[in-house]
């Protein structure tokens, strides 16, 4: 997939780019309200100031790293390596670049929602450059997430460590932020039920993902793998929520938004990537929404105190209830407390109890014989849950 462009000759040279570091004037993008599920050609901080402030949930940002490269890349074979090199990733100074990521940084949160996140990405080069400009500017970092690559660039000199990871910054628009979007319960039961951590094992964009010109060479020297932005929108967004990329290239963002069932919004300056990133999200399906909405957070859930389980007749005192191999047994009672011999409590601290523990989950260590089987006090829980539900 990708786009051709043809020179006189009639030949298919390799796609040359257009975008610089440096500031430019560029014609003015005149967007009336939120452009949702498009991409738009201009320059990013021009277009960014003309979206409606506070109109966007999520924030993905893979700005120039600023790699500063002198020369060709060699191997020790002295094959050239295809490394980033596009004009679009060279600035004149570090004071340049600075400015430049703090005005994309403060045109990014004017438009982000009061409870709504960034997530930017970068190497060494860049990336403690841009962590210092968002504390800088008022933004509140939640995590940094470290991609480690499973099939990293070799250094071929020898002389230092094989880069093989980048760092992405999570960050909230302030300090004062408490409500925004992560779905913990989801990642961590994705993930075998344990938690998700902050280092995350992908290998490169490469293959039938990686978008090709019509020589057959990368049609973006940075593209980054779906499997990524997946993480991160199943993360910190919502089905129908609208996420924001300032540097849309070929559109890794655009794409897996569709998929998944959200909102974007593509910021490009240059023609040619904005081109294949519209046929290449053209081609995306959409799941079904069974398969992409959001599993509640049992912080959201209502509070079901294990006396209300007992007044709804779903548990009877003097009943017994064990642990799920049947070796410790506690009573109900009728107060919604738990005995087993001379103590007395509740399911947490009979639970703790009976096994020396400090602490205890009793709505999943205690369980009750119902049909032939032994099911946890957390079943019930969530019949009683889901009758709060329907009678709301």
């Known amino acids: 997939m990708g786009i051709m462009r043809t020179d006189a000759a009639g030949t298919s040279p390799r796609i040359k780019v257009s975008r610089t570091g440096a500031r430019v004037s560029v014609e003015p993008v005149e967007v009336a309200s939120l452009p949702l599920d498009q991409v738009v050609v201009g320059d990013c901080i021009a277009s960014l100031n003309r979206l409606p402030a506070e109109s ?8 120039p790293y600023n790699l500063q490269l002198e020369g060709a890349l060699t191997r020790p074979d002295n094959s050239l390596v295809d490394a ?13 670049y600075d400015a430049f990521t703090r005005d994309w940084l403060a045109a990014c949160r004017r438009v982000l929602k009061k409870n709504g996140t960034l997530f930017v990405i970068g190497s060494y080069h860049n990336i403690f450059r841009v962590g210092a400009s968002l ?5 509140w970092i939640l995590n940094d997430i470290v991609w480690r690559k499973a099939n990293p660039m070799p250094n071929f000199r020898g002389r230092r460590f094989t880069n093989a990871h980048e760092t992405l910054i999570w960050a909230a628009r302030d300090a004062g932020a408490k409500n925004y979007t992560f779905h913990y319960e989801a990642l961590k039961a994705g993930n075998e039920d344990v938690q998700m951590r902050s280092d995350w094992f992908f290998p490169l964009c490469t293959g039938e993902e990686r978008l090709k010109d019509a020589s057959g060479q990368k049609l973006h020297a940075t593209q980054k793998p779906e499997a990524l932005l997946a993480r991160v929108l199943l993360a910190a967004s919502n089905p129908g929520d609208v996420v924001l990329d300032p540097f849309f290239g070929t559109g890794t963002t655009g794409a897996v938004a569709k998929r998944l069932g959200r909102h974007f919004v593509g910021l490009e300056r240059d023609p040619a990537y904005a081109a294949a990133a519209r046929e ?8 079904d929404p069974g398969a992409i909405a959001a599993a509640p957070a049992k912080r959201t859930e209502p509070r079901v105190p294990f006396l209300s389980l007992v007044e709804a007749g779903l548990v009877a005192p003097g009943e017994t209830v064990t642990d799920n ?16 011999g001379p103590a007395v409590g509740s399911i947490h601290k009979i639970g703790a109890l009976v096994q020396g523990f400090p602490s205890c989950n009793g709505w999943t260590f205690w369980y009750l014989e119902r049909n032939g089987r032994r099911i946890p006090l957390d079943d019930l ?9 329907e009678a709301a």
């Open 135 to 139: 504390q800088d500017l008022g933004y």
């Open 325 to 340: 191999a049947g070796r410790h047994h506690a009573t109900v009672r009728a107060d919604g407390t738990l005995s087993a």
């Open 56 to 63: 966007v949930d999520l924030i993905f940002a893979d700005p």
């Open 381 to 389: 829980r969530g019949q009683m849950r889901a009758g709060l539900a």
């Open 84 to 96: 980033v090199d596009d004009d679009w990733d060279k600035f004149s100074s570090f004071a340049e």
């Open 280 to 287: 290449r999200i053209a081609g995306v399906r959409r799941l």
